[in-house]
Structures are given as structure tokens and as C-alpha cells.
T-cell receptor, first 114, second 114 residues
């Protein structure tokens, strides 16, 4: 059983469209992190959300942490080809404690067509 | 600022040959260090992590081993490579000692076994 479920698994959209992707769990997390990975490179941290209901913006990317801290969403406005990549969410379940390792979702492959 | 170096970027090895991948971190002390393997375009499988010199935890039984001879050096090894060892290997670090901190990744090594 995957602790963090990401959906959809694959998404292909036209440049300029908006999209929302999700990271869901049945467990409570003290925080969740989002990474983006481009082909042939390592993942790069985009944001960490910590407080239930928190919204963070990174240019055209909006990240939200669920009120119950069990899920998170990523909304991209007016997608660009540079947004193409694998989006990973990661976190440590609250019940395991801060010294436990991050667990990663399987990722969402986003392709933005010109 | 902190940097992470991982090499080589690409490696082609015959079945049965040995392996040594190296990862070094600069600009920080006592980091947590990680080795991951990633299937094409998908999530990360944690192979090993280390919270200090000589301290290695293995997450999955396999043909690989890891060592941490110095505080900021992490090595992934194998005595005899298998075809199934092919993949994209990523090294990462996070501030110690807590495991829930964001991780910072190297650019990865693409390993092909012939």
C-alpha cells in the first residue's frame, strides 16, 4: 500500500491551460513537500507546506495543504512547456515522528505541449 | 551554500563487473545521506540511508551495498552487477539529524548493465 497516492499518474495538456494535481493519504503529515524532476536530473524542492489549510504560491504554481493535513494539491495556471516534468510529493507521517525518513509518492508525469 | 556532487553521470557496465558510485556534499556538516533508485519516469525507491560516518541502514535486500567513509562522502557499491541493477541512481542529502527535512539531490547516474 502506497502511503502517498498521487493523481493523475500522467497528464498531457496544451500550453496555456490550467491544471490541478493531487497528493493524498489516509495518514496525517506534519508537513508535505513538493519536488519537480526534469528528465535526466535529480528532483528539486519546490515548496514545503506545514500548516493545515496553508496556501503557498510560487509564480504560477499554487500549493495547498489540506485542513486535516492528509492531502495536498498543486494548481498550475497557464501552463508553459517549461513546467513539463515529474512532480513528486513527500512527507513523514505524523505518527512515525520527525526522525523517520521521507516517503515519496510515485509522482505525476506532466507534459505540456506547445 | 551547499552543493552535492554525484559521479559518473552515465555508466555502462557488463554483467558481473563491480560498481562504485560516489557522492560528496559540500557546505554542510553531519548531513543525512541517501541513495535512491528510480525506475523510468517514476517514483523513488530508497536503497540506503546514513545518519553518520559508518552508519548505514539498508531499506531493501539487494545486490548493492553502501559505505560512508567520511562525513560528507557516500559510496554505492556492488561486487557483481546483475542486469536488474540497471537504472537511475540518485544521491541526496538533508540536514541531520531529523529525517523529515527536505532533501537535496544530485544529478543522478544512469547505469546500464549489458
Amino acid at each position: 500500500t502506497q502511503l502517498l497516492e498521487q493523481s493523475p499518474q500522467f497528464l498531457s495538456i496544451q500550453e496555456g491551460e490550467n491544471l490541478t494535481v493531487y497528493c493524498n493519504s489516509s495518514s496525517v503529515f506534519s508537513s508535505l513537500q513538493w519536488y519537480r524532476q526534469e528528465p535526466g536530473e535529480g528532483p528539486v524542492l519546490l515548496v514545503t507546506v506545514v500548516t493545515g489549510g496553508e496556501v503557498k504560491k510560487l509564480k504560477r504554481l499554487t500549493f495547498q495543504f489540506g485542513d486535516a493535513r492528509k492531502d495536498s494539491s498543486l494548481h498550475i495556471t497557464a501552463a508553459q512547456t517549461g513546467d513539463t516534468g515529474l512532480y513528486l510529493c513527500a512527507g513523514v507521517p505524523f505518527y512515525t515522528g520527525a526522525n523517520s525518513k521521507l516517503t515519496f509518492g510515485k509522482g505525476i508525469t506532466l507534459s505540456v505541449r506547445p | 551554500s551547499q552543493t552535492i556532487h554525484q559521479w559518473p553521470a552515465t555508466l555502462v557496465q557488463p554483467v558481473g563487473s563491480p560498481l562504485s558510485l560516489e557522492c560528496t556534499v559540500e557546505g554542510t556538516s553531519n548531513p543525512n545521506l541517501y541513495w535512491y533508485r528510480q525506475a523510468a519516469g517514476r517514483g523513488l525507491q530508497l536503497l540506503f540511508y546514513s545518519v553518520g560516518i559508518g552508519q548505514i541502514s539498508s531499506e531493501v535486500p539487494q545486490n548493492l551495498s553502501a559505505s560512508r567513509p567520511q562525513d560528507r562522502q557516500f559510496i554505492l557499491s556492488s561486487k557483481k552487477l546483475l542486469l536488474s541493477d540497471s537504472g537511475f541512481y540518485l544521491c541526496a542529502w538533508s540536514p541531520g539529524p531529523r529525517g523529515n527535512q527536505p532533501q537535496h539531490f544530485g544529478d543522478g547516474t544512469r547505469l546500464s548493465i549489458l
